[in-house]
């Protein structure tokens, strides 16, 4: 069983940056690649970044190559969202999700659920 939750939202201009965490609670966590997804109003639940268990291999969605940065710390049982020149339309709740296979950019392929954490962007 993981717990996740995450932090690090919030309000900021076109072109600013944040920094999401993910904490998660589990002996497990190192064990487990993690996925970053975003939801807009109205729309569905979207792939953002993955990232396996080493955090060797970081993989994006086409629309974030570039501005964000997924990352983790074993150590302290994070992971991690940077994103900078940031745009209004990734305005979105942000979730990380914990990865059990096959597909990564699926959210079937996630086990364990964060509750989110709101990102606006203002133009």
């Known amino acids: 069983q993981v717990q996740l939750v995450e932090s690090g939202g919030g309000l900021v201009q076109a072109g600013g940056s944040l920094r999401l965490s993910c904490a998660a609670s589990?002996?497990?966590?190192?064990?487990?690649?993690m996925g970053w997804f975003r939801q807009a109003p109205g729309k569905e639940r979207e792939f953002v970044a993955y990232i396996d268990w080493t955090g060797s291999v970081a993989l994006y969605t086409d629309s974030v190559k570039g501005r964000f940065t997924i990352s983790r710390d074993n150590a302290k049982n994070t992971v991690y969202l940077q994103m900078n020149s940031l745009k209004p339309e990734d305005t979105a709740v942000y979730f990380c999700a914990a990865y059990r296979g096959p597909t990564y950019y699926y959210t079937t392929a996630y086990d364990y659920w964060g509750q989110g954490t709101q990102v606006t962007v203002s133009s």
């Open positions: 589990g002996r497990t966590f190192s064990s487990y690649a």
